[in-house]
């Protein structure tokens, strides 16, 4: 994944939670993730899984491309 699109998906990440009113934990328990590894998708230190990207972008209801900062919709 480019620099680029990581930084992205971390900016991404957390504006989602945010919007939703989720706390980290909250959307690491529904993904099925310890939340400390949640953290590191939003701080850009870990890199998620093609299929927990995708649950991400489901979660959220927005695609993938969204999520990497492909699209802006």
Same mark, same amino acid.
């Given at each position: 994944?480019?620099?680029k699109m990581k930084t992205y998906l971390g900016k991404r990440l957390k504006e989602l939670r945010e919007e939703r009113?989720?706390?980290?934990?909250?959307?690491?328990?529904?993904?099925? $993730?310890?939340?400390?590894?949640?953290?590191?998708?939003?701080?850009?230190?870990?890199?998620?899984?093609?299929?927990?990207?995708?649950?991400?972008?489901?979660?959220?209801?927005?695609?993938?491309?969204? $999520? $990497?900062?492909?699209?802006?919709?």
């Open positions: 994944m480019s620099n009113g989720y706390t980290q934990k909250q959307v690491a328990d529904k993904l099925g $993730l310890n939340s400390v590894t949640y953290l590191h998708y939003e701080k850009e230190q870990r890199e998620p899984p093609l299929a927990l990207l995708a649950d991400m972008a489901q979660l959220y209801a927005v695609t993938v491309d969204y $999520l $990497l900062g492909l699209t802006d919709y």
